[in-house]
């Protein structure tokens, strides 16, 4: 079974930063691509930032330069570090894995960007 438990989120000025956690359980970790998506007030959920199993990472262009995404295997986790946060950031960010045919998904943490 695999599950993810992001953490980080929370409220925070334009210009300020934070990072996401997000930990996974199961086996084979390293193996597997790590997606962050979010979902703004009456927005569809989109894809922020993807990290591959050779860490090879692509980014959605409205956070290019300001977001960076990493993953530890040893720590089972994936991070995302946003800068220069601007208010359209607010979102409730997710976590996502893909194994075969089945998505997995976090329970998600909230971002907001306001002064």
């Known amino acids: 079974q695999v599950q993810l438990v992001e953490s980080g989120g929370g409220l925070v000025q334009p210009g300020g930063s934070l990072r996401l956690s997000c930990v996974v359980s199961?086996?084979?970790?390293?193996?597997?691509?790590m997606d962050w998506y979010r979902q703004g007030p009456g927005k569809q959920r989109e894809l922020v930032a993807s990290?591959?199993?050779?860490?090879?990472?692509n980014y959605a262009d409205s956070v290019k330069g300001r977001f960076t995404i990493s993953r530890d295997n040893a720590k089972h986790t994936v991070y995302l570090q946003m800068n220069s946060l601007k208010p359209e950031d607010t979102a409730v960010y997710y976590c996502?894995?893909?194994?075969?045919?089945?998505?997995?998904w976090g329970q998600g943490t909230q971002v907001t960007v306001s002064s």
């Open positions: 996502h894995t893909a194994r075969g045919a089945a998505d997995y």
């Open positions: 199961g086996s084979w970790f390293r193996v597997y691509a």
């Open positions: 990290i591959a199993y050779d860490y090879s990472t």
